[in-house]
């Protein structure tokens, strides 16, 4: 692991909910316990994103909150579809990284066949080609869907963990060696699933503030 010194990462929820901001702020925190992360609830906007509208809505508000903050080393968007990633990216000089796109590219490095369990099948085009452009030459299966409403689910997560274990065990039956969980909120069944799942689960905060670390310190080394 690297050795850094304080370093301050915003994770933005686009979604309104700071309940869930505070969790996926408690995974990054776990995953990367070098860093200080500062969560971002966004102000406007769904409690949860549920289709493309409210994805590409989103990006204005996770860029306002982006650049809201000083004295940042890097920022994580946390909602898997990436919104205001690229826009971030060319107005900021730390680095930034989204959820989705982090976990396809730690998916394709694993190699093997991968697929999304998600809960928003109104989103599952755009998180096709999400993976299909960041996840290289790796083997996509495509998303794999829970039955019933996404918001329902979100508040029942037992019956949450039911649907997606099923949509696992299904995506693995198709062939997939590993599986993404599609969405910051579902970051936290995620890691509920891990030891239960039959193949390898990547929860995408970990994925981004893992990657986050990686290229922090090839910052670091370069300025030494």
């Not at 898997?80 to 900021?92: E, I, M, R």
């Not at 369990?117 to 085009?125: C, N």
């Amino acid at each position: 692991m690297a050795t850094f010194g304080t370093i301050n990462i915003g994770l933005i929820n686009p979604n309104t909910n700071a309940a869930t901001t505070r969790a996926m702020v408690s995974i990054a925190q776990r995953a990367v316990p070098a860093f200080n992360i500062m969560g971002l609830t966004a102000q406007h906007g769904p409690m949860m994103i549920q289709n493309r509208l409210a994805l590409d809505a989103s990006a204005t508000e996770v860029v306002r909150l982006g650049q809201s903050v000083q004295a940042l080393q890097g920022l994580i968007v946390s909602a898997f579809g990436d919104p205001g990633v690229a826009q971030l990216s060319k107005d900021n000089p730390t680095p930034v990284v989204g959820i989705g796109g982090a976990a396809a590219r730690l998916a394709a490095r694993r190699g093997g066949a991968l697929a999304v369990v998600t809960t928003t099948p109104k989103l599952a085009d755009q998180i096709d080609m999400l993976m299909q452009d960041q996840c290289g030459a790796a083997r996509y299966l495509g998303c794999f869907l829970t039955v019933g409403d996404p918001e329902a689910l979100m508040q029942d997560p037992e019956g949450l963990d039911a649907a997606m274990l099923a949509e696992i065990k299904r995506a693995a039956e198709a062939g997939a060696s590993q599986v993404i969980i599609g969405g910051g909120p579902l970051g936290m069944a995620a890691e509920r699933l891990a030891d239960r799942s039959p193949i390898p689960l990547i929860n995408p905060i970990r994925a981004a503030a893992y990657e986050m670390e990686h290229r922090l310190s090839i910052v670091e080394k370069a300025s030494t």
